[in-house]
């Protein structure tokens, strides 16, 4: 009875130990994908503990865009950084929250159309679909949590540095601070992945699928290379994937590949 008492608590303490366990996970170019999400954060086995780090685009594209939202409004170790996507999307929507009467078509100016039409283009279709369903203080909710979002990070996981991105350091030079780059250069110029930008510091980065990245012998997977992370595997096309990376450990999780 000794030896078995013994081996339980063993076994017990070994529960605790690896429930105490933080990890830090980065994720990024969900794009309406909530099915995959939901699998990927079952197999990071996602606690309450850890923390998660969006790179943007969230939204549009894939069928559950606001839906996958308000599941991470749901979660506050989840952090979200601004993509283009949540850009164009904050651009639209308090415009669309309007009754259509005659003085918010007026307020229809060329801007604005050119912000839908750019919008529409990018897949917006998807989120305009199930903001519609919301109730006027739930539009407003997810209004307000996409303008809470980060333009970027900077983390200190061990020994090593992250700067945590949606799309690159735009018009890259080694003498500008990250405070002198532009939003758009931040979240829609692609990164460079044949320049190393730092050192001592891993850039990871979402919005370039790694399906398009030129000379990828891995496409549709994190791709690493000079310091870079490349995080975005096309979960919105056809075969891609949702990817998920731990910074303690350097593992890599994906979700099933996209059947569509």
Known sequence: MGGFRDNGV???LNTIEEAIVIATYVISDIHGQYDRF????DKIKFKETDTLYVLGDILDRGPHPIRTLKKLMEMPNAVCLVGNHELMALECLEFLMKEITDTSIEELDEEMLDNLITWQYNGSKTTIDEFKELNAEGKQDVIDFIKEFL???EVTVGDKNYLLVHAGLGNYSSQKDIEDYSLHELI?????????YFE???????????????GNPNPGFIYRRNNHIAIDCGAHYPGGRLAAICLETGEEFYSSPNEI
């Open 10 to 12: 063993g076994v017990f």
């Open 38 to 41: 939901m699998e990927l954060l």
């Open 151 to 153: 333009i970027y990070e």
């Open 188 to 196: 829609w110029v692609r990164a460079d992945y044949d320049v190393k």
């Open 200 to 214: 001592d510091t891993f850039v990871i980065t979402g919005h370039t699928p790694t399906q398009t990245i030129e």
